[in-house]
């Protein structure tokens, strides 16, 4: 079993700045790929960003060159770092670990961003 606890949403000004964080515990060994997932209202959950335990990272287009996804190994943790961010970035944003053959997801944080 694999707990993720993210931390780090709140509210910013269009063109502004906010980093997610998502601590990872419990059968870490096994989680071969983390990530970064939003859903705003009345939308479907989608891919923000990926990173593999080889460090390879992938990104929707709508947040390449604006959003940086990274991982620090010794503390089990994966960061988004949001900037230049825009209105339609608002949404609940959700961690998300892979093994071979299961998922884990986080609670959700809720980031809003005005205009």
């Known amino acids: 079993q694999v707990r993720l606890v993210e931390s780090g949403g709140g509210l910013a000004q269009a063109g502004g700045s906010l980093r997610l964080s998502c601590a990872a515990s419990?059968?870490?060994?096994?989680?071969?790929?983390m990530g970064w997932y939003r859903q705003a209202p009345g939308k479907q959950r989608e891919l923000v960003a990926t990173?593999?335990?080889?460090?390879?990272?992938n990104y929707a287009d709508s947040v390449k060159g604006r959003f940086t996804i990274s991982r620090d190994g010794a503390k089990n943790t994966v960061y988004l770092q949001m900037n230049n961010m825009r209105p339609e970035d608002t949404a609940v944003y959700y961690c998300?670990?892979?093994?071979?053959?299961?998922?884990?997801w986080g609670q959700g944080t809720q980031v809003t961003v005005s205009a």
């Open positions: 419990g059968s870490i060994f096994s989680i071969n790929a």
């Open positions: 990173i593999t335990s080889g460090g390879i990272t």
């Open positions: 998300k670990a892979a093994s071979l053959r299961l998922v884990y």
